[in-house]
């Protein structure tokens, strides 16, 4: 299994910046580079470049790699930007290995505009040596007419036994909202749907 280290959690954190100043043209650009030793025995790479916009957007873009000198390694890169009308978007992903056959990758994005809308997302899938793998990930959008919101895993043993479940929610301007249950048993799909009001009450779906 690969676990998170310090390494890479500050990788991801610098990597969590970018989109593109729309229609900003460079005022002020910055870069910057770093290549050193690490603590567990690798090499530990970064960089990351930053840009001002006249009309006030900016946008922030960051990378880097981490290794352990013992086949590990993890790779994290970023981007994420606001402007000048107050929006504001980033996105970032990393993948990581311990050097065992291990492998996890992972993603997020996230924004929020300047209507109040606003939505999120995140995925993680894990590749074990001996075959298996899960799969984890949710999602939310939310405006002034609603919000959808969606969530599920998956898993794989290592004989190709499958098995997953998802669940989505949307809400109306009203209030009411409908869920929908999908699962996978190895194959067998089922699925549910059930319907609330605005004050958590059971209603006819279609209402």
Do not use: W
């Amino acid at each position: 299994m690969v676990r998170n280290s310090s390494k890479f959690a500050i990788l991801a954190a610098a990597a969590v910046l970018g989109l593109s100043a729309a229609g900003a043209h460079a005022q002020e650009v910055r870069h910057g580079r770093v290549l050193k030793k690490n603590h567990a025995g690798g090499t530990t790479a970064a960089r990351g470049t930053e840009a001002k916009g006249v009309n006030g957007g900016e946008v922030r873009h960051g990378a880097g790699i981490a290794t352990n000198g013992q086949g590990g390694a993890v790779a994290a890169h970023g981007t994420a930007a606001e402007g000048p009308n107050g929006g504001k978007a980033a996105r970032g992903n990393y993948i990581a290995k311990d050097g065992q056959g291990n492998v996890q990758t992972g993603s997020a994005a996230g924004f929020k505009g300047p209507n109040g809308a606003q939505g999120s997302r995140h995925s993680q899938t894990n590749y074990n040596a001996d075959g298996s793998a899960s799969h984890s990930g949710s999602s939310s959008v939310s405006g002034k007419n609603g919000s959808i919101q969606s969530s599920g895993s998956s898993t794989r043993s290592a004989d190709g036994q499958v098995n997953g479940q998802r669940t989505s929610t949307a809400t109306g301007k009203s209030g009411n909202s409908e869920t929908v249950t999908t699962t996978d048993s190895n194959g067998q799909i089922s699925r549910s749907k059930s319907c609330k009001d605005a004050n958590d009450n059971s209603i006819p779906c279609g209402q």
